[in-house]
């Protein structure tokens, strides 16, 4: 059965054959498709914007080097009034670890409650060990972030 999961109101995540159904874009009014995939095609609509993260399903893949670029886009479609669909072959393990890492950065979510929200929302979600501890570096980054966000934003007050 094609279908796209919603984990967020603006974020779905789906398999790569569920991805290329112009009626399930329609249906979902999705204006985003992020292929996490080398090799997995595109859906033929023209009205939906593309971006490839060409990564295997493999654990020495580095798909962090996305995760910063992918919840990005992501957010910016949220900000425009558009939709995301992140998808990779099964829609298992490289496409859920991009929506971990969105919910991670943008809904500041630890590592273990995104990966269970995007679990609610698809349960056939696995993220391979290799992504999983790139995620969990990516929540350490996070965090170190927002540590010196807070810092200087205490630097700035005035007396």
Known sequence: MLQLYKVTEALC???ARSACSAQLL??????????????????????VTKL???????????????FD??????????RHGGRSL????????????????????????KLKEALQ????ARHVIDPNPG????????EEELERRR???EEISGLQRPA
């Open 117 to 120: 929200e995007v679990k609610s």
């Open 52 to 66: 490839r993260i060409a990564v295997y399903d493999d654990p020495s893949e580095d798909l962090y080097a996305h």
């Open 131 to 138: 992504f999983l501890s790139q995620l969990q570096t990516y």
């Open 86 to 109: 992140v998808y990779c072959k099964n829609g298992r393990s490289r496409s859920a670890s991009i929506c971990i890492a969105f919910l991670m950065k943008q809904h500041k979510l």
């Open 69 to 78: 670029t992918c919840a990005d886009a992501i957010q910016a479609e949220v």
């Open 13 to 15: 995540i789906s398999n």
């Open 26 to 47: 329609q249906q979902e009014a999705v204006t985003l498709c992020i292929n996490v995939s080398r090799q997995q095609p595109f859906p033929a609509d023209a009205h």
């Open 147 to 149: 540590a010196r966000a």
